[in-house]
């Protein structure tokens, strides 16, 4: 069988396998369409060159070692025909480092997305496996010098530890010697001034070379072992300036030795030291950064005790791995353990720590048929427990994949950045050779050219426009969960930093979520108080609506052994809920069900309802058979926290409102005790509607919900934040989760954002504004090299100590209880008061 080889990667593959292709007018083959796709980026950047360069001969990817695909087993995700897959890449140094591995990696043929973090060094790729698979996405990565591993945040923790160690002893080696090399540098500057014998200066020019070659080979090897590897792809970044300029630095000086010229040694070994504390600063920060996703994971206990049926009836209790256990099983959890995975009580009474995962700093009371969150600590009594979700299911992996997300996805405001960086590195190395030159061309030394073109390369810092928002979001969102606000994206923090309106949904949301059943009044012959409810609660127990679940309770207190089976059930959103009780058709919702349905309310069930409603109750209608037979009046008391929040929010400055489904009197009811504009009776579509009229007036709308009703207008608003106690259609559509389940924690997000956002904009404009500033003095001649290299680890370590100080972040308005409901705000056109 004939064999070619491949025009990109060498390795020999069969003829009936080639994809061949015309790039630059010569055919081409290649053995597959990933190295088509980089032999065509390659020339299409212009760097067709690196062909007739290269210096292995070995087939597959450039200096790469064998791919090992079994380390990757389950870490590739499916969903709906996308899989997405994190990579952690050894070698990235700088920002350009990411932004060539996002180009590559985003021009790849199936690739649908990727994005780098430049703080963790994650890649999150998303592809289409039927056009790609995985050892293609990998070997895109190799093929740039770059070692793709599985993300693993145990493995990634110990790496940034090590990093940080090694770091800190190439940093230690590089300050001793560098002090050492100070004291013979400074006395050969004097000499220069004041004389110094032949002998004595050529024993301390020796020693100085001694004291200067550890620092730069050894503690500058990572500096030299990144640009090594990516001059051999004809690929530069920030390393490759350091090392440029403290190269030249070492060789001026060697010469100068050598000819009995002068001598640079400090300015060779200072560049890598002052970059190395930057570097250091740059990692433990990161380190500190990344607290809260590793926090997270590690509340999950890896071991949990089931109890299962023993011999003669009596349980046994056994220790198994939690990745054994499955919807259904029951564990017992004592005082003091960690609740391994999500359930309910099914026995016992105890009270439990949410704090870490919720932010609640009080421990939960407990009891039968109470849920209970993995991860969170049991306190006094013992627990039995029915687990209800594992694995990827359970809220703390859905916390803690969502922040993860949120520390990848990049605000607006870094996309200047990212085109900037792209092509900083190569700019700057160009400026440098053509300040050289300038100054040769007006007639100065030879050395003070080199000197001030070394400044030029020294003093250039993308390192500080990479950093100004991966940092401060790795920070803010931190802060963020475990105050138990859950943000999934750097880019949520941005919009809710400009948040101009806040609409607010009632049920749930200003209230407390928990209506309890008030009053339940027959209207046709022969149905009493409690064949209504049992009737009603047929139909309302699968429903997610908080009244449903009202009536379903008080049904199952008030009339146990009378459950009636219904079948069918639909829910018509905003309106009510549908179902078959008996062979008939059984509804219980609002008028507008009522009407759609085509059933009639009576005068005097419409006055009684509306009498419940101005008590700011809310009223669901039973019908069967097309005939109204009874209405039972829920009440929802309004959260103690609202009247804070609100007035938190006020003093935000945004504008708020109140939008519910559900009728003019009782939204009116609870918007007038609050001072807020209401919108009442709204659907869906409407709550939706609302937002995006707001939007089309340049308003950037915050809309907070937690009910099934609310998911698209949560999925329209600028920012959806979903209370904790929502759905779970809801918590998906929702940008920010309020995980405490706390209405004071809406101001705290508002609050949080404008501070992360006044700091990235701060670190992008100190960044711009550095560089803008300190590159033309460098061309004047005004700053020395170790000034410069001073300089471009100050900008880094600023960048940094900037968004670190988001870690003590303090909301700036009241939240305490207000005494006095504030009065009535004028309502917007189209609300009612």
């Not at 064999?3 to 990667?9: I, K, Q, S, V, Y």
């Not at 308005?813 to 207000?818: F, K, Q, T």
Request: net charge positive; aromatic share 4%.
């Amino acid at each position: 069988m004939t064999a070619l080889r491949c025009d990109h990667c060498l390795a020999d593959f069969p003829a009936r396998e080639a994809v061949r292709a015309e790039i630059a007018g010569a055919p081409r083959v290649f053995c597959c369409a990933g190295c088509r796709g980089v032999f065509q980026l390659v020339h299409d950047e212009g760097l067709a060159a690196y062909y007739d360069t290269r210096r292995w001969s070995e087939t597959g990817p450039a200096g790469a070692a064998p791919l090992d695909l079994a380390a990757f087993e389950g870490a590739v995700r499916e969903a709906g025909g996308i899989a997405e897959v994190d990579v952690a890449i050894d070698g990235i140094r700088c920002a350009s480092c990411v932004w060539l591995n996002e180009k590559l990696l985003a021009r790849t043929p199936g690739v649908l997305a990727a994005r780098v973090n430049y703080a963790t060094h994650r890649a999150r790729v998303r592809f289409d496996p039927a056009a790609v698979d995985l050892a293609r996405i990998l070997d895109r990565i190799r093929a740039a010098g770059y070692s793709p591993k599985p993300w693993s945040d145990t493995e990634q923790l110990a790496a940034r530890r090590a990093e940080a160690k090694d770091l800190l002893v190439r940093l230690g080696t590089a300050a001793f010697l560098s002090m050492q090399l100070m004291v013979y540098q400074g006395a050969l500057y004097a000499g220069y001034f004041q004389g110094i014998d032949r002998s004595t200066r050529r024993l301390m020019e020796w020693i100085a070379l001694a004291l200067t070659l550890p620092v730069v080979l050894y503690a500058g090897a990572p500096f030299l072992r990144a640009t090594a590897r990516g001059l051999r792809h004809l690929r530069f970044n920030m390393d490759a300036l350091v090392v440029i300029g403290s190269g030249a630095a070492l060789l001026q000086s060697v010469w100068g030795m050598l000819r009995g010229g002068e001598v640079y040694f400090d300015t060779a070994a200072m560049i890598p030291t002052l970059v190395l504390v930057g570097r250091y600063v740059e990692a433990a920060a990161k380190g500190r950064a990344s607290e809260a996703v590793a926090r997270l994971a590690r509340l999950a206990p890896r071991e949990a005790r089931r109890v299962e049926a023993g011999s003669g009836g009596t349980p046994a209790r056994r220790s198994v791995p939690v990745s054994e256990l499955r919807p259904g099983d029951r564990i017992e959890v004592l005082p003091g353990e960690r609740i391994a995975l999500d359930g309910t009580v099914l026995e016992g009474a105890s009270e439990v720590d949410e704090a870490l995962l919720t932010g609640e700093s009080r421990p939960v009371a407990k009891a039968p048929g109470a849920a209970v969150i993995g991860g969170t600590v049991n306190q006094h009594g013992a627990l039995l427990v029915e687990v209800t979700r594992v694995g990827k299911d359970t809220v703390l992996a859905g916390i803690v994949r969502a922040v993860e997300d949120a520390q990848a996805q990049k605000p607006r405001i870094q996309a200047v950045a990212d085109r900037v960086v792209g092509g900083f590195v190569p700019a700057m190395l160009v400026l440098a050779v053509a300040t050289s030159a300038f100054w040769l061309a007006r007639g100065a030394p030879a050395e003070r050219a080199l000197m001030t073109g070394i400044a030029v390369v020294v003093i250039a810092c993308p390192c500080a426009l990479g950093l100004a928002t991966p940092i401060a979001v790795l920070v803010a969102t931190g802060a963020a969960t475990t105050r138990g606000i859950l943000v999934k994206g750097g880019d949520v923090l941005e919009r809710a930093a400009k948040a101009t309106d806040v609409l607010l949904d009632k049920t749930g949301t200003v209230t407390r979520g928990r209506p309890a059943l008030r009053e339940v009044v027959p209207l046709a012959p022969g149905l009493d108080r409690d064949g209504a409810l049992a009737l009603a609660a047929a139909v309302e127990r699968r429903s997610e609506h908080h009244v449903g679940r009202a009536v379903a309770e008080a049904a199952r207190a008030l009339v146990a052994g009378a459950e009636r089976e219904a079948t069918g059930f639909r829910a018509v959103p905003g309106q009510g809920v549908v179902a078959l009780v008996g062979g008939d058709e059984v509804l219980v919702g609002n008028r507008a069900l009522l009407a759609a349905r085509g059933v009639a309310l009576p005068p005097d069930a419409d006055a009684r309802a509306r009498v419940c409603e101005a008590r700011a109750e809310t009223v669901a209608f039973l019908a069967r058979g097309g005939r109204l037979e009874a209405l039972l009046s829920v009440a929802d008391p309004v959260r103690p926290e609202a009247p804070a929040a609100i007035a938190a929010l006020r003093a935000l400055g945004v504008e708020l409102a109140l939008v519910s489904g559900d009728t003019a009197l009782t939204t009116g009811a609870v918007a007038g005790g609050l001072g807020l504009a209401a919108l009442a009776g709204a659907s869906p579509v409407e709550k939706r509607a609302e937002v995006a009229r707001r939007q089309a007036a340049g308003r950037r709308v915050v809309f907070a919900g937690d009910g099934l009703n609310d998911a698209p207008a949560l999925v329209q608003a600028d920012v959806g934040a979903a209370m904790g106690r929502g759905t779970d259609v809801t918590m998906e559509s929702a940008d920010v989760v309020l995980v405490r389940d706390d209405l004071r924690l809406l101001p705290e997000l508002v609050s949080i954002s404008r501070r992360a956002y006044a700091v990235i904009r701060q670190n992008v404009f100190w960044a711009f504004f550095y560089n803008l500033v300190a590159i033309p003095l460098a061309m004047a001649g005004v700053l020395h090299p170790i000034v410069a290299a001073a300089a471009m680890a100050a900008s880094s370590v600023f960048v940094v100590g900037n968004s670190v100080r988001l870690r003590r972040l303090a909301v700036p308005v009241p939240v305490r209880a207000v005494a006095t409901a504030p009065r009535a705000a004028a309502a917007p056109a189209g609300m009612a008061p």
